[in-house]
């Protein structure tokens, strides 16, 4: 079964950092780039951020542009977030999601915006 | 960069046919395909519909996607509304321009 299995929410104070991992089973990680989408409480869906599959490109949206940071282990099948310097309206609960559309060149695939699967969702809380 | 704007809200009967729309600020909606995905309360999204009017497998026939380059914009039909069709429903799209992802507002599908 293909499955995303997010995790390292949790409570962190304004200015402080969090890593948030995304576990893949049950498909070849390697092959597809991954995207994170964040939902602040009760608003709507965000995107936050994407790498290619073979990690040679990575995108930002504007608001977290320097303060995260997305990476990939495709040895332990596993996408990664780093937040700095964190801010009250990034709470939310962060979405892993795998990219089934985008293109594919030179070794590497680039995201597009076809998700599928999406994880369950880790809750990210930022107040002091 | 453009916006993708849905209605706040849309309700109708169990068993009618309900279409929720999707209209692109600027650029064509044909630019890029156009993906609709669910959202119960309570649960993480998933995708209904993919490149424009393409069912994910598991998803049933009466949901269907297309565009309209007239109106630009996407739209989701659900026919036979089911009580269990009640969610949020967001369209998306890629940006080249900043190569992001653009999601709607979202739109509250209330099937009373």
């Known amino acids: 079964e293909v499955q995303l299995v997010e995790s390292g929410g949790g409570l962190v104070q304004p200015g402080g950092s969090l890593r948030l991992s995304c576990a893949a089973f049950?498909?070849?990680?390697?092959?597809?780039?991954m995207q994170w989408v964040r939902q602040a409480p009760g608003k709507g869906l965000e995107y936050v951020s994407a790498?290619?599959?073979?990690?040679?490109?990575?995108f930002y949206a504007n608001s977290v542009k320097g303060r995260f940071t997305v990476s990939r282990d495709n040895s332990k099948n596993t996408l990664y977030l780093q937040m700095d310097s964190l801010r009250a309206e990034d709470m939310a609960v962060y979405y892993c999601?795998?990219?089934?559309?985008?293109?594919?060149?030179?070794?590497?695939?680039?995201?597009?915006?076809?998700?599928?699967?999406w994880g369950q969702g880790t809750l990210v809380t930022v107040s002091s | 960069n453009f916006m993708l704007t849905q209605p706040h809200s849309v309700s109708e009967s169990p068993g009618k046919t309900v279409t929720i729309t999707c209209t692109r600020s600027s650029g064509s909606i044909a630019s890029y395909f156009v993906q609709w995905c669910q959202q119960r309360p309570g649960s993480a999204p998933i995708t209904v519909i993919y490149e424009n009017n393409r069912r994910p497998s598991g998803v049933p026939g009466r949901f269907s996607g297309s565009i309209d380059s007239s109106s630009n914009s996407a739209s989701l039909t659900i026919s036979g509304l089911k009580t269990e069709d009640e969610a949020d429903y967001y369209c998306q799209s890629y940006d080249s321009s900043n190569e992001n992802v653009v999601f709607g507002g979202g739109t509250k599908l209330t099937v009373l």
């Open positions: 790498i290619s599959s073979s990690a040679d490109r990575t």
């Open positions: 049950g498909f070849t990680f390697s092959n597809y780039a």
């Open positions: 999601v795998r990219d089934r559309g985008g293109y594919c060149s030179g070794g590497s695939c680039y995201p597009g915006s076809w998700f599928d699967p």
